[in-house]
């Protein structure tokens, strides 16, 4: 098998700026919901893993995402914490999707009688941090465990009132359902 070794001096990926700064204030906020998703491992040894789900990412070449993402670290955390990131990945919400990172979904059942409507819950969902990407009509919000989703559809139902019958998680590694009646008793 060949061996390629690179180093920072053969060709650096250019950083998009915009996305660094973004990013760097996303990591300053602290937000609990919503894009980027930003997950980090933090290991015995020192080393660093962080993944960034971003639909922002999507016109972006991965290893300009890795950078970009070093990068912001960089502006927030300092060299010594940026030099300790030992693998980094962005990626979209779809690409996650496709990789299995993210297998419990949220969705809205809206029927007729109900007080809200399929607009205002998809409105919520976008801005929880669903996904638009595939189908612009049909936000994907996706989380990597059953817990998050539940918290994410006590958000929805304070936030929607009138929505607690709506809203329902499928998990697609067990294919559970769960119901929100479920969810807040």
């Given at each position: 098998m060949p061996r390629k070794i690179r180093s920072p001096e053969t060709s650096p990926p250019r950083r998009p700026s915009r996305l660094v700064e973004e990013l760097a204030e996303e990591l300053r906020s602290g937000r609990e919901f919503g894009q980027p998703i930003v997950d980090e491992d933090r290991f015995?040894?020192?080393?660093?893993?962080?993944?960034?789900?971003?639909?922002?990412?999507?016109?972006?070449?991965?290893?300009?995402?890795?950078?970009?993402?070093?990068?912001?670290?960089r502006l927030v955390e300092g060299e010594e914490f940026a030099s300790r990131i030992a693998l980094v990945n962005g990626l979209t919400i779809p690409e996650a999707m496709a990789s299995g990172m993210l297998p419990v979904m949220i969705f809205a059942a809206v029927r007729e009688k109900d007080p809200v409507s399929l607009e205002s819950c998809n409105r919520a969902m976008i801005e929880e941090g669903a996904s638009t990407l595939l189908d612009p009509g049909n936000p994907e919000l996706r989380f990597s465990t059953e817990e998050e989703a539940m918290a994410c559809v006590r958000r929805l139902s304070a936030r929607l009132p009138g929505s607690e019958q709506c809203w329902f998680i499928i998990n697609d590694h067990n294919n559970k359902t769960i119901c929100n009646m479920n969810l807040l008793n």
């Amino acid at each position: 098998m060949p061996r390629k070794i690179r180093s920072p001096e053969t060709s650096p990926p250019r950083r998009p700026s915009r996305l660094v700064e973004e990013l760097a204030e996303e990591l300053r906020s602290g937000r609990e919901f919503g894009q980027p998703i930003v997950d980090e491992d933090r290991f015995k040894t020192g080393a660093i893993r962080v993944v960034v789900l971003w639909d922002r990412w999507e016109d972006v070449d991965p290893e300009d995402r890795s950078a970009a993402i070093v990068e912001a670290y960089r502006l927030v955390e300092g060299e010594e914490f940026a030099s300790r990131i030992a693998l980094v990945n962005g990626l979209t919400i779809p690409e996650a999707m496709a990789s299995g990172m993210l297998p419990v979904m949220i969705f809205a059942a809206v029927r007729e009688k109900d007080p809200v409507s399929l607009e205002s819950c998809n409105r919520a969902m976008i801005e929880e941090g669903a996904s638009t990407l595939l189908d612009p009509g049909n936000p994907e919000l996706r989380f990597s465990t059953e817990e998050e989703a539940m918290a994410c559809v006590r958000r929805l139902s304070a936030r929607l009132p009138g929505s607690e019958q709506c809203w329902f998680i499928i998990n697609d590694h067990n294919n559970k359902t769960i119901c929100n009646m479920n969810l807040l008793n």
